[in-house]
C-alpha cells in the first residue's frame, strides 16, 4: 500500500462495526476505494461469548451476507427473560431496529 494513495472512504478499526460500514459502503458504490486500517493483525483473538443476537443477523443479512450458510452448523439458543433479565422479541415481533435495552 501506497500512503500518498486516493481513497474514497478510509475506515479505521475492522471490528464488526468498521467491516460492516465498509461491506455497506461497497454494496452502495461497488466501485469505491475501500481502505480499513486496524492496528491488530487478523483473525483476531477477542473476547466473545461466540453468539450472535437474532437482530445482528438481520443486519448481515441486510448486507447480504450468506447468513444462512453461516450459521448452518450452528445450533439456535433460545434466550428468556429469564436470561437477560429483559422481554425478548421474536423474530415476528422484532421491529428492525430493536436494540436490547
Ligand atoms: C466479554 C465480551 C463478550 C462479548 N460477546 C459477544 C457475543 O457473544 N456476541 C456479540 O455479538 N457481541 C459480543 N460482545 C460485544 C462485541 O464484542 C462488540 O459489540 C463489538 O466487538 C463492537 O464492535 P466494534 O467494531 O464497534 O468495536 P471492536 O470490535 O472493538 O473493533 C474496533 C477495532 O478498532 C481497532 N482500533 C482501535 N483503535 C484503533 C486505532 N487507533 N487505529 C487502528 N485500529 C484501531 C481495534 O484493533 C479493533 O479491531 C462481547 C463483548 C465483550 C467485552
Redesign the pocket.
Known amino acids: 500500500m501506497n500512503a500518498t494513495e486516493d481513497w474514497d472512504l478510509v475506515i ?8 460492516s460500514a465498509a461491506t455497506a459502503a461497497l454494496r452502495a458504490a461497488p466501485t469505491a476505494r475501500v481502505l480499513m ?4 493483525d487478523f483473525p ?1 483473538d ?8 437474532p437482530h ?1 443477523m438481520d443486519v448481515l443479512a441486510g448486507l447480504g451476507i450468506a447468513v444462512t450458510e453461516l450459521s448452518a452448523d450452528t445450533e439456535p439458543v433460545t434466550v428468556t427473560r429469564d436470561h437477560l433479565g429483559y422481554p425478548v422479541p421474536t423474530a415476528q415481533d422484532r421491529p428492525p431496529t430493536w436494540e436490547p435495552p
Open positions: 479505521v478499526g475492522a471490528g464488526p462495526a468498521g467491516s486500517l486496524d492496528t491488530a483476531r477477542k473476547v466473545c461469548g461466540d453468539g450472535v443476537a445482528a
